[in-house]
């Protein structure tokens, strides 16, 4: 079982439509980062979290420690949205990175 | 100000032969992290560069290495390649040490191992 699942694999929404990927892990953290990939590869961070809620824009994420559960919500989705959503968390003392395998979004016009 | 930069973007290789593969974090920046993509597997955490020391690896062989120089910019030096080593490998920064604060990624380089 893979140390961090996100959920769902792929997503296709509307233009416009309220969107929420998933995270759950199993390991204790210390932070947790949800990062954005581009076809091409290059990847853009858009949240670190340790607790509570963060909102940037039209994006917003939440984690709940205790549940081990993180979600990231996009609203008015846009086409521009799409692209591979990344889960990522710090582990304990190691300070490495465990990655989800990313939700792949796209949104239609 | 400039961003992480990573050369080569693209390289081909052959099965057996080494590559080195260069990143330049963001100025002021003193930790450098190197992961990799390969095709279905998602992300992999290489190695951790703090101060011009390494400070952590990933589940990699030891032909998998690297280093930090002075001023911060790191290598990636992969030898004797083998065709699963194909992958987009990136390179990120950070100016908090230990991934609790944000992380800027590199455009990646592609390799490709025939």
Known sequence: KNEVEQSPQNLTAQEGEFITINCSYSVGISALHWLQQHPGGGIVSLFMLSSGKKKHGRLIATINIQEKHSSLHITASHPRDSAVYICAVVGGSNYKLTFGKGTLLTVNP | EAGVTQSPTH?????????????????????????QQALGLGLQFLLWYDEGEER????????????????YSSELNVNALELEDSALYLCAS??????????????GSRLTVL
Not at chain 2, 62 to 70: A, L, M, Y
């Open chain 2, 11 to 35: 390289l081909i290789k052959t099965r057996g032969q080494q590559v080195t593969l260069r990143c330049s974090p963001i100025s002021g920046h003193t930790s450098v992290y190197w992961y």
């Open chain 2, 56 to 71: 952590n690896r990933g589940n990699f062989p030891p032909r998998f290495s690297g280093r930090q120089f002075p001023n």
């Open chain 2, 94 to 107: 950070s100016s908090d040490s230990g991934i609790v604060g944000e992380l800027f990624f590199g455009e």
